[in-house]
């Protein structure tokens, strides 16, 4: 199994900067995608950011600009590069991998435990 570490939020003033980090670790053949959600009280889970394997990225529309997301394959880890942040990017941010077991077998997917992003106004 894998186990997926989420790591830099905190709070920051709105304007500033924030770079999220998830580190993979386990058992496991290969991750194919990996992806930042947010959600934040009384609303719904959304994806923020996605990555394939090979490096393309797609963006939901209210963070494209500001966001950037990477990867290092060798390290397993995906990061989030959040820029000009605003009041309502505050949530709790969750990594999600796609993940190739050791054994044949489908891929799954692995969530991490989630790290608070705070804005302050």
């Known amino acids: 199994q894998v186990q997926l570490a989420e790591s830099g939020g905190g709070l920051v003033e709105a304007g500033g900067s924030l770079r999220l980090s998830c580190a993979a670790s386990?058992?496991?053949?290969?991750?194919?995608?990996m992806a930042w959600y947010r959600q934040a009280p009384g609303k719904q889970r959304e994806l923020v950011a996605v990555i394939t394997s090979g490096g393309s990225t797609n963006y939901a529309d209210s963070v494209k600009g500001r966001f950037t997301i990477s990867r290092d394959n060798a390290k397993n880890t995906v990061y989030l590069q959040m820029n000009s942040l605003k009041p309502e990017d505050a949530a709790e941010y969750l990594c999600?991998?796609?993940?190739?077991?050791?054994?044949?077998?489908?891929?799954?997917?692995?969530w991490g435990q989630g790290t608070q992003v705070t804005v302050s106004s």
């Open positions: 999600k991998a796609s993940v190739w077991p050791i054994i044949n077998g489908p891929p799954y997917d692995a």
């Open positions: 386990g058992r496991f053949s290969s991750i194919n995608v």
